[in-house]
């Protein structure tokens, strides 16, 4: 019985968080990493499209609400992710146009490339404060828990409960089905084939007859795609608020390099890679460990790696450690 | 007048020094014709002003008659003209099938029969279908090579240097396989540094020397020519 | 010559544009945005150095300005005596932890082949240090942090002059940069950026939260000056009677005794705020002064002419015999300890030192913006990258204030769209410099001073 608690402490407090926050990330890294492989170049304004969709969904939500209309007990965000997609995809393909296609064609260094998504950047950001501006927003309604603690306690009797919310179920549900439609369409279709193939060798795509605009326009409607999805996701979990986002890049370019730049599936583990990491690391397993231990054996301190405050140098740390052992990532992308 | 033709072509890189002046080269559908000369005297350059990746600054480019000299090089590859560069032919990092789908990417409709009769001219490609192509051998991959370029139905092959790089056996292997390609009713123009295989195979030959047509004539005439052995072929 | 008039002009614009910061706003916020201006170009200088004449992108401009800045707190402050005795033990311990870890990691790494055994038992040396740390310590910085947590908090510093600690601050730079160039100069250069920038978040998470160090994000305050204190100098008498001086003609103006003492006193208030703000625009400038003169004889060197060979063509020069990675560590480290000494300015310009300041947009991102503007290889240019970028971030609000009650006077004051537009104007600063940053990039890519005007 204190074995069965053990393990559900440790599921309710590590495992569940970890796959939810593990889904929003890895969105996000195949984000990166598909702009790297096709268009190459590190994009530093990834944080701020993905808040830039997002801030279309909360906006949207609000007045969606306003009108009465929802989804019931789900929220009602989902209803407006897919005009979020399409805001998100209009204002990528228009700072494609006027700035990325530029340096493209003249064939920049991917340095200058990442130095423009700076720029990027900060315009993006600027919008997004002027448009919604930077305060802390919830956009979440419809029903709160699938599984509540207390419930599962009296269902099954025993002295932890399992606490699941519904935003978390949405998130992993929601990433799995996005990302198997994303490998499908990449793996098994003759446009996804000719995306890798631009990305693996653009000279002989062009010789083989690929076009490249249309190339770089699907990379960019799939970005789009993944970046609203990804962000609203997380919004709905925690709270909408841009400078969150803006940091959010940060371990989100760690799952990339973690799982191999410019290789999708390794940046979708990757994000879990770093989600299970931050969370173990800083996980305080005093509850879990006095479960196993007889009585008086049972520990004082809190068990607890480090600090939750170093949750995001955990995953930095990770990224350090991979780039001087493997720089080509763990499940091995582009060789660097 | 021959199928594909390139008329006293000049050209250099960018602004830079001409690369080749009044080069001519020609050839026909069902014929191999060799590309020879020393380092430097624009054996590449002048297959790539025929393919399009660099402008002519004089001459013309005809295919079938049609002047294509204006046309950029991935339409001249609609209109039939295939070419396998030195370096970095294939796509490592795709199947040997998923290659061979890439070339035939702008064929409308099932792509089955053709992969199947690339499969029958290397055998080889149909038991590595689901390999990475980056795990094949060198001269494995040059077959995919090959077969990636026949994928869209071409009349016109280029290849550049296609034995650089592999073993002497592998070389004869590849060079077989071009042969079969011929036979197909391909006209095959091929940049080689291994002058006395390629003159052996091919029907015709051109020895550039610093850009200009230097001697040119059948493979056989090239071989016995006293000067061309003398200068050329190092006996 | 006739090249140097674009420099000379340049520069008369930037000080033309803040003397009118003077007149229209008024002295003191002209003076506070020089004294930026001069960081900003201290931090440029810095990060050109490693960009311009190395092609080396450093995202981490943040980490080393926080170091800098944490210098000022370890040097200047007075050491606070009770949290020493309570748990300076365990904290000289941990030092000597941490030490031994890295010797013991080392020795295994020379000792040993490669192989998985030694990867895990690298791996395991660093875990159960990382316990045994948190085990020597976790008593010593409670005690530590319960002295005074109010007031003090903290270890303290060493209580020396505050000068002193801009040397320090460029030193814990470099050698903190000693660190991460050994790990990640090898990287290509966009890898490099972001290891860069996500290393800087560690060193400042860590700033943040460690408050025994530094009291975290409790801040420190009232740091020491290398400058007078305003309420002093309100009561020198030399100083009242300097203020006297200059402004006769305005008090002979004025009749009645009262309303003269009233206005003297009001004026030897704006005076000693702005002759403080003088002190250090001095001190400032004799550093950015020091600096330029040292970089532009180091441009121009042959050890210059090797840097800028090896940043144009890395394979070339490595054929040549030189060695880059060398050349690559030692400039990494110059360009970051000057960055870190710009953090210690500017700690000691603010008198407060706040871990919770230090973000990525303010310490890198602008930072990077200036050196691209500026004109990159070229120190007149970053400079002037640092004074144009520095000004515009600061005057950006007001402009756009300005322009926004311009553009919607004829709506109604309480009309939605104007009090919205009114409400963000801060935001618009990150507009314009991201604008400006893709003009100059695609118009202008060499910047304002281009690198090819000053090489003669």
């Known amino acids: 019985m204190d074995f069965l608690n053990a393990i559900i402490v440790l599921f309710n407090f590590t495992v569940i968080p970890a796959l939810a926050y593990g889904s929003q990330l890895a969105l996000g890294a195949i984000f990166v990493t598909l702009i790297y492989a096709v268009l190459r170049f590190a994009n530093f304004a990834t944080g701020d499209m993905m808040s830039f969709g997002t801030m279309f969904a909360v906006i949207l939500t609000y007045y969606f609400q306003s009108l009465g209309f929802g989804l019931g007990v789900l929220p009602t965000a989902l209803l407006t992710i897919p005009f979020a997609i399409l805001m998100m995809i209009l204002y990528m393909l228009i700072i494609d146009k006027f700035v990325f296609s530029y340096y493209r064609i003249k064939k920049s260094p991917p340095v200058q490339f990442a130095m423009v998504s700076v720029g990027v950047m900060f315009v993006t950001q600027a919008l997004i404060r002027i448009i919604i501006g930077p305060s802390d927003r919830r956009f979440l309604d419809g029903e709160k828990f699938i599984i509540k603690a207390t419930e599962f306690k009296e269902m099954t009797g025993l002295a932890e409960g399992i606490t699941l919310k519904s935003t978390q179920a949405i998130t992993i549900i929601v990433t799995l089905i996005v990302v198997s439609i994303m490998f499908w369409f990449l793996n098994r279709t003759k446009t996804g084939t000719s995306m890798r193939a631009y990305s693996d060798n653009e000279d002989l795509a062009l010789l083989s007859g690929i076009d490249p605009k249309r190339v770089v326009l699907i990379t960019w409607v799939i970005a789009g795609i993944l970046a609203t999805i990804g962000g609203v996701l997380y919004g709905l979990d925690k709270s909408y608020r841009p400078f969150v986002y803006f940091n959010n890049m940060l371990p989100i370019f760690a799952a990339a390099i973690v799982g191999g730049i410019g290789n999708p599936f390794g940046a979708f583990l990757g994000g879990y890679v770093i989600a299970f990491a931050e969370i173990f690391v800083t996980y305080a397993y005093k509850r879990f460990i006095s479960y196993l231990l007889p009585e008086h054996l049972e520990p004082d301190s809190l068990l607890q790696l480090l600090s939750t405050d170093y949750k995001f140098a955990v995953s930095f740390s990770i990224l350090v450690i991979v780039l001087l052992i493997r720089p080509s990532g763990i499940f091995k992308g582009k060789v660097i | ?235 | 010559m006739r090249n140097y008039k674009n420099v000379i002009a340049a520069y008369s614009i930037m000080i033309f544009l803040i003397i009118l910061v003077g007149i229209f706003q008024s002295w003191s916020i002209a003076l506070t945005i020089l004294n930026y201006c001069l960081i900003s170009a201290v931090m440029t200088i810095g990060a050109n150095i490693q960009w311009g004449y190395a092609g080396l992108i450093n995202f981490g401009i943040m980490g080393y300005t926080a170091l800098g800045g944490l210098a000022v707190v370890l040097v200047s402050v007075e050491p606070v005596k009770k949290a020493w005795q309570v748990g300076g033990l365990n904290i000289l311990a941990c030092i000597w932890i941490i030490v031994a870890i890295i010797f013991v990691v080392k020795f295994i790494l020379n000792r040993f082949d490669k192989s998985k055994l030694r990867n895990y038992s690298v791996a395991s040396v660093i875990l159960g240090g990382i316990i045994l740390l948190r085990v020597t310590a976790a008593p010593g910085i409670e005690a530590i942090e319960s002295v005074d947590p109010a007031r003090t908090g903290f270890l303290g510093g060493m209580g020396l002059p505050v000068l002193f600690s801009w040397i320090v601050g460029a030193l814990l730079a470099g050698s903190l940069a000693f660190v991460i160039g050994k790990i990640a100069l090898g990287l290509r250069a966009d890898y490099l950026a972001i290891a860069t920038l996500l290393i800087a978040e560690i060193i400042v998470s860590i700033i943040k939260h460690e408050e025994w160090l530094a009291r975290g994000v409790k801040n420190v305050i009232g740091l020491k000056r290398p400058a007078p204190y305003e309420i002093d100098l309100q009561t020198s008498e030399w100083f009242i009677n300097l203020v006297t001086k200059f402004n006769s003609s305005k008090l002979n103006l004025i009749n009645s005794i009262s309303d003269k003492q009233e206005a003297l006193n009001q004026m030897v208030i704006d005076a000693s705020s702005v002759y403080v703000k003088l002190c250090f625009t001095g001190l400032f400038l004799t550093v950015v002064i020091i600096l330029l003169i040292v970089t532009q004889k180091a441009l121009y060197s042959p050890w210059g002419r090797k840097m800028r060979a090896i940043r144009d063509n890395e394979e070339a020069a490595s054929a040549m015999g030189k060695n880059i990675v060398k050349e690559h560590l030692l400039i990494f480290i110059l360009g970051s300890a000057i960055v870190g000494l710009a953090g210690a300015m500017m700690v000691t310009n603010d008198g407060l030192f706040t871990p919770g300041s230090y973000r990525p947009m303010r310490y890198t991102f602008v930072i990077w913006v200036m050196v691209i503007v500026g004109g990159t290889g070229n120190n007149f240019g970053a400079i002037l990258g640092g004074f144009v970028v520095w000004f515009l971030w600061v005057e950006a609000a007001p402009i756009a204030l300005f322009l926004i009650n311009l553009f919607t006077s004829h709506l109604p004051e309480t009309n939605a769209m104007r009090v919205h537009l009114i409400e963000s104007a801060p935001y618009f600063r990150f507009l314009v410099i991201g604008i400006g940053l893709l003009l100059i990039m695609r118009y202008r890519p060499q910047g304002i001073i281009p690198e090819k005007i000053i090489k003669q």
């Open chain 2, 1 to 235: 007048m021959a199928y594909f033709e390139g008329v006293k072509m000049t050209a250099g890189y960018g602004e830079g020094p001409d690369i080749i002046s009044s080069c001519s080269i020609t050839a026909n559908r069902g014929e191999i014709v060799a590309i020879l000369g020393p380092n430097g005297a624009g054996k590449s350059t002048a297959m790539k002003a025929m393919l399009g990746l660099l402008k002519l600054k004089s001459g013309s480019v005809t295919l079938n008659g049609e002047d294509i000299s204006k046309i950029n090089p991935q339409d001249r590859v609609k209109k039939g003209i295939s070419f396998v560069p030195q370096t970095r032919n294939v796509f490592a990092e795709l199947t040997v099938r998923e290659n061979l789908e890439i070339g035939g990417f702008l064929t409308e409709g099932s792509l089955e029969n053709k992969i199947e009769s690339i499969y029958s001219l290397f055998p080889i490609l149909s038991e590595k279908k689901s390999q990475v192509v980056g795990q094949l051998s060198g001269g494995q991959r040059q077959q995919v090579a090959l077969g990636r370029a026949l994928m869209s139905d071409p009349s016109v092959l280029m290849l550049d240097e296609p034995t650089a790089g592999v073993s002497p056996i592998v070389m004869d292997e590849l060079f077989e396989h071009i042969i079969k390609v011929k036979k197909t009713n391909v006209a095959v123009i091929m940049v080689e540094q291994n002058a006395k295989q390629a003159l052996s195979i091919s029907d015709r030959g051109y020895v550039l020397v610093t850009g200009q047509n230097k001697f040119e004539g059948s493979g056989i005439d090239l071989l016995e020519d006293p000067e061309v052995r003398r200068s050329f072929l190092g006996a």
